[in-house]
């Protein structure tokens, strides 16, 4: 008589990955390894450094006539113009590392999402102080835009903006397949904020409805924060306010970023 056979011991369950805390020397890394492979794509660099600086060497001889209009607005489009090129350089080159397969290879070895996040972030962060000293410079000292307060609260306002480009690029990137529809998501995201954040219009004369909407779009704080540098000598408590709400909103979409990445890379 055979004897039975013991039943095979049941698989131990695998434990879920945990979750790997934020670490600098990963974040560093990934900032560095962005960064270089960046530095070998000059329209790129172009793009970021040049069109900002470009289209406010033509919005002021646009105005030649009337230097004053230039005063009213060229602050406000200090802020914009590097929210815009960091949004569209940002997703483009991010979703070009999800479809390539790139993303997927990174977080198979130790690397968090919260490393390749602030990674990014740090590497487009680098390249926004960059361009947004290169565009406050040459609107203040060499297009003489003329501004009551001090010009390192319009830089600090433009970096806050290019920031949010970059955290805007990271999470709509998730939601494109292609190069050409991380283009196309500009006119969703960016086109409404431009035509809501008073650069036209004060907010307060538009209709109740899309005035409230423009109380929840976070470029309308980024203009009001440069109208605040345009108009007062000191740093007011709006212009406070309004900085931390860019900023908070960035963090937020940062984070919202962080969560889309599973979606692509699991």
């Not at 997703?91 to 790139?102: D, F, K, N, Q």
Request: glycine residues 6%; aromatic residues 8%; proline residues 7%.
């Amino acid at each position: 008589m055979t004897t039975p056979t013991a039943p095979a011991p049941p698989a131990p369950a695998l434990a879920p990955a945990p979750t790997r805390p934020l670490s600098l020397a990963r974040t560093t890394a990934t900032a560095t390894r962005v960064l270089r492979q960046l530095s070998h794509d000059p329209r790129t660099i172009a793009l970021l450094m040049l069109i900002p600086c470009v289209m406010l060497f033509l919005l002021r001889y646009v105005f030649d006539g009337s230097p004053r209009t230039f005063d009213n607005i060229g602050a406000s489009l200090l802020g914009i113009f590097p929210l815009i090129t960091m949004f569209l350089v940002t997703s483009i080159a991010t979703l070009r590392e999800r479809t390539s397969g790139t993303l997927e290879r990174l977080l198979a070895m130790p690397l968090g999402k919260g490393d390749l996040i602030a990674g990014y972030a740090l590497a487009f962060g680098a390249l926004a102080i960059v361009q947004s000293a290169l565009a406050t410079g040459l609107a203040v000292w060499f297009l003489g835009l003329d501004v009551t307060g001090s010009p390192w609260l319009l830089l600090l306002v433009a970096l806050l903006d290019a920031l949010l480009g970059t955290a805007l690029g990271l999470f709509v990137s998730a939601f494109a397949a292609s190069e050409f529809q991380a283009v196309q998501f500009m006119p969703a995201v960016i086109f409404p904020q431009l035509l809501l954040c008073g650069l036209f219009t004060p907010r307060d004369n538009m209709h109740p409805a899309l005035e409230a909407v423009s109380d929840v779009l976070p470029m309308s704080y980024a203009v009001d924060g440069m109208n605040e540098v345009l108009r007062h000598t000191d740093t007011t408590a709006t212009f406070v306010r309004d900085a931390l709400i860019v900023a908070g909103c960035a963090l937020l979409v940062l984070a919202l970023g962080a969560a889309t990445l599973k979606r692509r890379t699991a």
